[in-house]
């Protein structure tokens, strides 16, 4: 007699022996990485400029310790409206698909970042950002897909190639922004005399993602497969799309009418989500989140500050290059390297060690604001510390990939994954919204103010790192 299955079963059931891994749908699987790489670049590349940017508008007259509350609202904001929409976009794609939610979402990346090339003022970068994160509930949707299309001897081996993607645009994404940025001044041969450039010379980076996204709903609307087995809610028929039919069953069909599904294989209710399993994963999802976002949030703008101040000065073509050679790195580590970590430590032991790297990694902004300070100029030294930070922050890309595996066995049946999904990027979204606007705005108030020698904005984020430790020691040993 075969165990009862219900609501509160999870998805990967411990396995006794290890099965033979079961191969990856290949095509599939790579249109989910190219239609993915949309969202890394639209958000990173504006991070090389975006401190110049919000210098060029005026909204900080001239007052350099105001850049970092500026620079922090507008990439919180993305998230925030994120927070607001993502579990809806997640539930709803449990009822009509995947695949609809998805052409919506990149139709949103593609809109709102042509629209912010071309704001010209603080109020049209807001709106611009806002519509950007509203817009878009890929990353939760996506995440679903994933896991609909693996089982608990591949999903590993996915996830290890999942970050191909956020890799690539951490490469491309800032060095798009930081060549392409004012290139009436860069390229004067080529664009100085183009006057369009000139008056918005922040629109060419942006472009350059907000067509790539153009070209990934094209691309998903011809080749993506639904995986949705039996969506609840029927779309008019010419938006339906044929199911993935190599691991979940087409959609079944009877003059038009979609079949009745087993109790089983429907979403359960909002309610049965917020049990004990789902709660941690999602709760160190979103700790994870905080300590990476605040990170990446602070990081150029250290970089831009100038050396006066304790930072390193960098102009955006250097601080893009910087973020680039991340990228690179952390695509090549995460392919090569995640799957057999995992395999080896588990997903428990993966996930803390991402998490204690990020203690030294804080210690180093100190450090390099003293080396700076002490010698009035970017020594080797103090470019060994920068090239250690960003060694020791590749280590944070791995517990991304075991969380992920965390959240997709806590889901209570896959007809739910995409609100289990939806709610721990939720959660994840609003920290994202909180990290970079109090960070950079603690980052400009230690600044101005001095508190704690100019290093209190680090002790706080230390001891958000200790907290996050703390948080990981709640998961199961087993997933």
């Known amino acids: 007699m075969s165990p009862q299955v219900d609501e509160e079963t999870p998805l990967l059931q411990e396995q006794h022996h290890k099965p033979e891994r079961t191969p990856l749908p290949w095509f599939q699987f790579t249109i989910v990485l190219f239609l993915q790489l949309a969202e890394p670049l639209t958000s990173q590349v504006i991070y090389p400029f975006l401190p110049q940017l919000i210098r060029d508008i005026g909204i900080t007259q001239g007052d350099e310790t105001k850049v970092g509350h500026y620079v922090g609202l507008l990439q919180s904001l993305f998230f925030l409206t994120q927070a607001m929409t993502v579990l809806h976009w997640s539930r709803i794609s449990d009822s009509i698909g995947r695949k609809p939610v998805i052409l ?20 049209g970068l807001v709106f611009s950002r806002s519509l950007n994160g509203a817009l ?147 709760g160190n999802y979103a700790t994870l989140s905080l300590v990476d976002i605040t990170f990446r949030a602070i990081q150029p703008l250290f970089f831009s500050t100038p050396l006066e101040l304790g930072g390193l000065g960098l102009p955006p073509s250097s601080i893009g290059n910087l973020l680039s050679v991340f990228g690179l790195l952390n695509g090549v580590m995460q392919i090569f390297f995640f799957a057999q970590l995992h395999d080896y430590w588990g997903s428990k032991k993966t996930f803390i060690m991402g998490i204690a790297s990020t203690v030294p990694i804080f210690i180093c902004f100190p450090i390099l604001t003293y080396l700076v ?38 889901s209570p049946n896959r007809a739910s994954l995409g609100a289990t999904n939806g709610l721990s990027q939720m959660t994840v979204s609003i920290c994202r919204a909180i990290g970079p606007a109090a960070s950079n705005s603690l980052f400009s108030l230690s600044m101005r103010h001095h508190y704690m020698g100019g290093f209190l904005v680090y002790y706080v984020l230390l001891s958000i790192s200790v907290l996050a430790l703390v948080a990981a020691s709640m998961l199961p040993r087993q997933v």
């Not at 919506?104 to 109020?123: A, D, E, N, Q």
């Not at 100029?377 to 090239?387: E, K, R, S």
Request: hydrophobic share 45%; net charge positive; aromatic share 14%.
């Open 104 to 123: 919506i979402g990149l139709f949103g990346l593609s809109m709102s970042m042509y629209c912010f090339g071309l704001s010209t003022t603080f109020w």
């Open 136 to 282: 878009n509930g890929n990353i939760g949707v996506i995440k679903s897909i994933m896991a609909e299309m693996t089982d608990a001897t591949n999903i590993a081996q996915a996830y290890a190639y999942m970050p191909i993607a956020w890799s690539t645009g951490g490469v491309l994404g800032p060095m798009i922004g930081g060549a392409l940025a004012r290139p009436a001044d860069q390229f004067p041969q080529l664009f100085g005399n183009n006057d369009f450039l000139k008056k918005y010379p922040y629109f060419l980076p942006c472009a350059v993602p907000a067509t790539f996204s153009a070209i990934a709903w094209l691309v998903t609307f011809c080749f993506l497969k639904e995986t949705v087995q039996a969506p609840t809610f029927a779309l008019p028929k010419i938006f339906r799309f044929k199911s993935y039919t190599g691991k979940i069953s087409p959609v079944s069909e009877i003059n038009d009418v979609t079949t009745e599904i087993p109790d089983n294989e429907k979403p359960v209710p909002f309610r049965k989500l917020l049990n004990r399993r789902v709660l941690i994963a999602a």
């Open 373 to 410: 300070k002490s010698n009035g100029c970017i020594t080797p030294l103090a470019w060994m510390f920068v090239g250690l930070q960003i060694m020791l922050s590749l280590s944070i890309s791995f517990s991304y990939g075991a969380i992920f595996i965390y959240i997709s066995a806590a």
